[in-house]
């Protein structure tokens, strides 16, 4: 009998979990946000496939946060205009993503108000947990608590194209270029150059593209060579040296893979592309 029991207990329990997960599936799916299911949030403007993944982080202002097309917000991001809900912050938007964004899971996106906003240009992409603000808290006066003292706000800009790492920490005032890569854990304020690389707390510029010299210091790793169009699976697989490549490899295929293995000749990718992808392996 103990052991009649146990097997129902087991059943049921399988049942149980089964069940949870979908429910969650479920959720995720209708909870998502989008321009054409906005739930509860009335944005100024949400763009062509975007899509906010549920659960969403805190998010008001909506009024005044505008995101553009294709932008991937991961679960937990919190996007905020003004330094609290039911704030009028004027006709302008304070918070603006461009197309192509991508925001990781619990990033956090806090736009001051008029004259302190946040915008982050295109194809700009953020790690988890990445935090852009454009007010700070002040400590002015040694009599009042910090939390209590007037806080500090200066306009935010992200250039397009740009990379922030994990746990990055953009403050008030800060104005990145194109093409810049931070560090994970990085800090940064003041201004960045375009095409460079910064880390450390505070973030300082570790490697820079120089357009008569390249890369200064020098990249460390060849750049990656991108899959060749109409390569198969099993194509990669043998190429990888995980099976013996069959028959059917030989062909204009197979050219192409010889020249990514490195049998040939293959165009660099672009400046921009290779220092990104080279910053963020060894800034």
Same mark, same amino acid.
């Given at each position: ?66 995101? =553009? @097309?294709?932008?991937? *917000? ?7 205009? $003004?330094?609290? %809900?039911? #704030?009028?912050?004027? &006709? ?57 003292q007037w806080p500090r706000s200066a306009p ?43 880390? =450390? @707390?505070?973030?300082? *510029? ?7 010299? $390249?890369?200064? %210091?020098? #990249?460390?790793?060849? &750049? ?49 592309r290779t220092g990104s992808t080279d910053g963020?392996?060894?800034?």
């Amino acid at each position: 009998m103990p052991k009649n029991r146990n097997v129902f207990s087991s059943l049921l329990s399988r049942a149980t979990s089964r069940a949870v997960h979908g429910l969650w599936r479920h959720a995720q799916r209708a909870g998502a946000v989008s321009a054409e299911h906005p739930g509860p949030y009335a944005f100024r403007g949400i763009g062509e496939g975007t899509r906010l993944a549920f659960p969403q982080g805190t998010l008001f202002g909506t009024e005044w946060i505008e995101l =553009g @097309a294709y932008c991937v *917000v991961g679960a937990e991001v919190t996007l905020t205009a $003004g330094m609290m %809900p039911d #704030l009028d912050l004027g &006709p302008d938007t304070v918070l603006r993503l461009g197309d192509g964004v991508v925001l990781g899971r619990g990033s956090h996106v806090v736009a001051h108000g008029a004259g302190a906003g946040v915008t982050i240009g295109n194809d700009v992409f953020c790690g988890p947990y990445v935090y852009i603000t454009s007010t700070n808290h002040s400590y002015d006066d040694p009599h009042q608590p910090i939390g209590r003292q007037w806080p500090r706000s200066a306009p935010v800009e992200i250039g397009a194209g740009s990379w922030l790492g994990t746990g990055a920490v953009v403050l008030p005032g800060a104005r990145l270029g194109r093409n810049t890569v931070v560090a994970a854990g990085s800090v940064v304020r003041g201004e960045v150059p375009d095409h460079a690389v910064v880390a =450390g @707390a505070p973030a300082r *510029v570790v490697r820079r593209w120089d357009p008569r010299e $390249g890369w200064l %210091p020098p #990249l460390r790793t060849p &750049p990656p060579v991108p899959v060749p169009e109409g390569v198969t699976p099993g194509q990669l697989a043998a190429l990888a040296g995980l099976e013996t490549p069959g028959p059917e490899t030989p062909g204009p295929e197979a050219g192409r893979l010889d020249r990514a293995a490195g049998h040939g000749t293959v165009p660099a990718p672009p400046a921009d592309r290779t220092g990104s992808t080279d910053g963020m392996r060894t800034p």
